[in-house]
């Protein structure tokens, strides 16, 4: 089934294995016609965020999971038993865990991903922003 997105002026996506961005001025509908992984670049993470916290190290594992096409492949079941210790660890987020494994159960991975995503945004909304450095500060 083919997908249309809208991609804003300067906006990136991520298609099968390329990332695309908008150069004009105006938004650009786009028409995907294979079956490729396909997000928006607010869904995308980079590598290098993936550490700041245990909710950000899941939403990458899904990430990379979606992307990379990882159903029934041995990383899969890594990724499953460490969404299972983060649930363990973190009770609140139990309810979406297991609704994330349901998902990745039915081979619906970018549904997982979703729910990571509103994850990640309920932890970055209750996430104080960490205090600037005193020597940044000096210099304000």
């Known amino acids: 089934m083919p997908l249309k997105i809208r991609v804003k002026p300067e906006g990136k996506i991520f298609a099968g294995g390329a990332v695309l961005k908008n150069v004009g001025t105006r938004p650009a509908d786009l028409l995907v016609l294979s079956d490729s992984p396909?997000?928006?670049?607010?869904?995308?993470?980079n590598i290098d965020r993936s550490s700041e916290s245990d909710v950000t190290n899941v939403y990458f594992l899904l990430q990379v999971i979606y992307l990379f096409r990882g159903k029934d492949k041995?990383?899969?079941?890594?990724?499953?038993d460490t969404v299972k210790s983060f649930a363990r660890l973190y009770p609140q987020y139990a309810g979406d865990v297991e609704k994330?494994?349901?998902?990745l159960d039915a081979k619906e991975t970018f549904k997982?991903?979703?729910?990571?995503?509103?994850?990640?945004?309920?932890?970055?909304?209750s996430t104080p922003p960490a205090a600037m450095?005193?020597?940044?500060?000096?210099?304000?």
Do not use: F, G, N
């Open 38 to 45: 396909v997000l928006r670049e607010d869904y995308m993470m």
């Open 74 to 80: 041995p990383m899969d079941t890594l990724v499953i």
């Open 100 to 103: 994330i494994i349901a998902h």
């Open 112 to 125: 997982a991903l979703r729910i990571a995503h509103s994850m990640l945004e309920q932890h970055e909304k």
């Open 133 to 140: 450095p005193a020597a940044v500060e000096a210099h304000a």
